[in-house]
T-cell receptor, first 111, second 115 residues
Framework: RKEVEQDPGPFNVPEGATVAFNCTYS??????FFWYRQDCRKEPKLLMS???SGNEDGRFTAQLNRASQYISLLIRDSKLSDSATYLC????????????FGQGTELSVKP | DADVTQTPRNRITKTGKRIMLECSQT?????MYWYRQDPGLGLRLIYY???????NKGEISDGYSVSRQAQAKFSLSLESAIPNQTALYFC??????????????FGDGTRLSIL
């Protein structure tokens, strides 16, 4: 079983749609959580950190459920520019700054 | 100018050749990392360093070596390249403070093809 698993995708949605990505992690010592965005053939870029109380950044909302070891990302009012691969990323306690990446979920927003 | 710079951006070479990928950063971060990315497998950690001359193996270090002689530079070497090392390679950096929960900042990547 992979340490971080995401919806396989791809997700194809029209502009303006709301889309949700799910992610589960297996290591209960996981302490920090992030969503990264990666455009085709480009480097991953931090989209947002995920906090226990949930957090929002504009059209993006991240949720964390430690009991279920589950993370989600909600994108409201999708834009064409949101098309990318979204990576769920976890940092495990006492392993320094090592990050464990999910395989990513591809999103394609169509006109 | 990019904060994390990788060179070369693209490289095609033959099996058995020695290859070095360079990474330099202007962010002043203590921690540096090398990943490879393959389709369907996500990013996998090759080696990481928390300080000058500190070297730690990641999950797929076989066939690779690294050098951290200065805070700003972290190089990755393939001593004798083989075709299954064909991949997209990323360098990343992060701050060294706290308990390691800082996000990482990535370079533009090096696309490496071994024929």
């Amino acid at each position: 079983r992979k340490e971080v698993e995401q919806d396989p995708g791809p997700f194809n949605v029209p502009e303006g749609a709301t889309v949700a990505f799910n992610c589960t992690y297996s290591n209960s010592a996981s302490q920090s959580f992030f969503w990264y965005r990666q455009d085709c053939r480009k480097e991953p870029k931090l989209l947002m950190s995920v906090y226990s109380s949930g957090n929002e950044d504009g059209r993006f909302t991240a949720q964390l459920n430690r009991a279920s070891q589950y993370i989600s990302l909600l994108i409201r009012d999708s834009k064409l520019s949101d098309s990318a691969t979204y990576l769920c990323v976890v940092n495990v306690r006492n392993q320094g700054g090592k990050l464990i990446f999910g395989q990513g979920t591809e999103l394609s927003v169509k006109p | 100018d990019a904060d994390v710079t990788q060179t070369p951006r693209n490289r095609i070479t033959k099996t058995g050749k020695r290859i070095m990928l360079e990474c330099s950063q202007t962010k002043g971060h203590d921690r540096m990392y090398w990943y490879r990315q393959d389709p369907g497998l996500g990013l996998r950690l090759i080696y990481y360093s928390f300080d000058v001359k500190d070297i730690n193996k990641g999950e797929i270090s076989d066939g690779y070596s690294v050098s951290r002689q200065a805070q700003a530079k972290f190089s990755l070497s393939l001593e004798s390249a083989i075709p299954n090392q064909t991949a997209l390679y990323f360098c990343a950096t992060s701050e060294g403070r706290g308990n390691g929960n800082q996000p990482q900042h990535f370079g533009d990547g090096t696309r490496l093809s071994i024929l």
